[in-house]
């Protein structure tokens, strides 16, 4: 098992509480869509387990790889091998895009990147989600349209290779063309990895090709459903109405 989640409850910096008792096991290679109405704590669940200081932990465990994280620091979490794109990426002046992965490998390898190999790499993987090379060059994300930061953090994803990655609603406010190149770059990480994905998402388009092994249906901050891949598409047409109740 790559991730044990066991009763986790956690709530803000004011004591307002939003996961209650939520418990998820994800294995190895295994994809997870974690779906719910607004406010439900997706995005909480997501922030919880990357450690976000934010959001304080008050029972419960997270195991990962078979080692207690639950107070580990972000940067730990991180340089164990989880990733999370963002729903809304920062703008990071003064480091470029190219600079700033080759530096998140050598923190999470502990080794000196070797500049050729990564250019390559990262050329390859900018034409597979149809990015202008020039990007790579550019401050981290500044300037950016939306879509383009979104591929930024699949760009990330695929030269990271994390044992486990969270997709904070990465398809959120993306044309159909945006989402297709952010699939495929998914797409591209399952065949290149056998990590594990939980994806958070409000719509469908981005699982489309993908084989997804549990859909998770979250409710005020507990996980009221889990089902197969069809559970995503019977919400898809029936919505969360019933799970509400």
Request: glycine share 10%; charged share 25%; hydrophobic share 40%.
């Amino acid at each position: 098992m790559l991730l044990d989640v066991q009763n986790l409850n956690a709530g803000l910096e004011d004591g307002k509480q939003i996961l209650n008792d939520l418990n998820i096991k994800i294995d190895q290679g295994e994809t997870h869509v974690l779906m719910g109405p607004n406010g439900a704590g997706k995005s909480s669940l997501g922030n919880a387990l990357m450690g976000n200081p934010v959001y304080h932990v008050t029972g419960g465990k997270i195991i990962f790889k078979d080692e207690d994280i639950t107070k580990a620091s972000t940067d730990k979490r991180a340089k164990s091998g989880m990733f999370m794109s963002f729903q809304s990426p920062l703008e990071v002046p003064g480091i470029s895009l190219e600079n700033f992965i080759r530096s998140a490998i050598q923190q999470k390898t502990g080794e000196r990147v070797k500049l050729f190999q990564f250019q390559k790499e990262l050329q390859r993987c900018m034409e597979l989600l149809s990015m202008n090379p020039e990007y790579a060059k550019r401050d981290l994300n500044v300037g950016f349209s939306g879509g383009e930061r979104k591929k930024a953090e699949i760009l990330q994803l695929l030269m990271l290779k994390p044992d486990f990655a969270i997709l904070d609603e990465t398809d959120s406010g993306l044309d159909v063309d945006a989402i297709r190149f952010v699939a495929k770059g998914i797409e591209e990480y399952r065949k290149m990895t056998n990590g594990a994905l939980l994806i958070i998402t409000h719509t469908t388009k981005i699982l489309e090709g993908l084989n997804v092994d549990y859909t998770h249906i979250l409710v005020k901050g507990h996980i009221v459903k889990t089902g197969d891949g069809q559970l995503f598409k019977e919400i898809n047409e029936k919505g969360f109405e019933e799970f509400v109740k």
